[in-house]
Nanobody
Framework: QGQLVESGGGLVQAGGSLRLSCEAS????????MGWFRQAPGKEREFVAAVSWSGGTTYSIDSMKGRFTISRDNAKNTVYLQMNSLKTEDTAVYHC????????????WGQGTQVIVSS
């Protein structure tokens, strides 16, 4: 049974940076595309960024391009989300998720790490 564990969240002032990490265990990490999602209080979960199984292709939504960067290290079974120029509206619980190569759904999810951006 695969497990994803996020870390790196915390309290940061607007304009600051954080790097989130998500370590996978119990699954063939390099066979999975990885994604980051977030959910703010009272809001729907939203997609943040994704990276292909090889790390060669990344995706992110327009509002985060230039501020958030996703990357992965298959040797460490870890995916990262570097977040710069944080805004108060980035406050949310950030979850990582894994989608088997060729699959449609993200079928493994982490518990999440809280990010709070203060003004």
């Amino acid at each position: 049974q695969g497990q994803l564990v996020e870390s790196g969240g915390g309290l940061v002032q607007a304009g600051g940076s954080l790097r989130l990490s998500c370590e996978a265990s119990g699954l063939p990490f390099s066979s999975y595309a990885m994604g980051w999602f977030r959910q703010a209080p009272g809001k729907e979960r939203e997609f943040v960024a994704a990276v292909s199984w090889s790390g060669g292709t990344t995706y992110s939504i327009d509002s985060m391009k230039g501020r958030f960067t996703i990357s992965r290290d298959n040797a460490k079974n870890t995916v990262y989300l570097q977040m710069n120029s944080l805004k108060t509206e980035d406050t949310a619980v950030y979850h990582c998720a894994a989608r088997l190569r060729g699959g449609v759904e993200y079928d493994h999810w982490g518990q999440g790490t809280q990010v709070i951006v203060s003004s």
